[in-house]
Antibody, heavy 118, light 109 residues
Framework: QVQLVQSGAEVKKPGASVKLSCKAS????????MHWVRQAPGQGLEWMGL????????KYAQKFQGRVTMTRDTSTSTFYMELSSLRSDDTAVYYC???????????WGQGTLLIVSS | QTVVTQEPSLTVSPGGTVTLTCASS?????????GNWFQQKPGQAPRPVIY???NKHSWTPARFSGSLLGGKAVLTLSGVQPEDESDFYC?????????FGGGTRLTVL
């Protein structure tokens, strides 16, 4: 069965970087986009960007351009989202979720809590 | 920058019908916006309930339906159950990028 299992909670200091992971299983990675979304405490969902099925092309929300990098390690079926120059307002739960072209979103990870605090 | 707008909150009685809407600052929402609706309960990951405007997942309750009406994406819940109380988010691809709406908190009272 399809599973997206995300890495554990992280605590980082302002200015640092973090690399979150999302391990996929049960499907062919090259058939789906992988999206990353975040949710700050008590706030709504925010789309951050996607990695195309080819694994070598991305699209990022303008807000995160220059600060986010989304990659994939095919050998371990693991997706990564790296966010740099962390600020306190990056504190949020980060989710990965897959989409088949045409807006077919289905499976999502359980989320990873990132706390940015000095 | 595209803005997607939803009602902040709605209240419905058990057994009633409620309509949630989703508008885009780019103009009328069309099928090409590939509208998705997500349901989220406290402490849980969002769960998609409608994809590509009108389509249900295998886990989507039959009382949920998606459509387009008046230039907006619409999620209709008919015969609302107490367990439907949650936050609902729409997600659109209208402006060449994916954007979430601010969410609608649905209260069943």
């Amino acid at each position: 069965q399809v599973q997206l299992v995300q890495s554990g909670a992280e605590v980082k200091k302002p200015g640092a970087s973090v690399k979150l992971s999302c391990k996929a299983s049960g499907y062919t990675l090259t058939d789906y986009y992988m999206h990353w979304v975040r949710q700050a405490p008590g706030q709504g969902l925010e789309w951050m960007g996607l990695l195309r099925p080819s694994g070598d092309s991305t699209k990022y929300a303008q807000k995160f351009q220059g600060r986010v990098t989304m990659t994939r390690d095919t050998s371990t079926s693991t997706f990564y989202m790296e966010l740099s120059s962390l600020r306190s307002d990056d504190t949020a739960v980060y989710y990965c979720g897959r989409e088949k072209y045409g807006g077919y979103y289905d499976y999502w990870g359980q989320g990873t809590l990132l706390i940015v605090s000095s | 920058q595209t803005v997607v707008t939803q009602e902040p909150s709605l209240t419905v009685s058990p057994g009633g019908t409620v309509t949630l809407t989703c508008a885009s600052s780019t103009g009328a929402v069309t099928s090409g916006c590939f509208g998705n609706w997500f349901q989220q309960k406290p402490g849980q990951a969002p769960r998609p309930v409608i994809y590509s405007t009108t389509n249900k997942h295998s886990w989507t309750p039959a009382r949920f339906s998606g459509s387009l009406l008046g230039g907006k994406a619409v999620l209709t819940l008919s015969g609302v159950q107490p367990e439907d109380e949650s936050d609902f988010y729409c997600l659109l691809f209208c402006g060449g990028t994916w954007v979430f709406g601010g969410g609608t908190r649905l209260t069943v009272l």
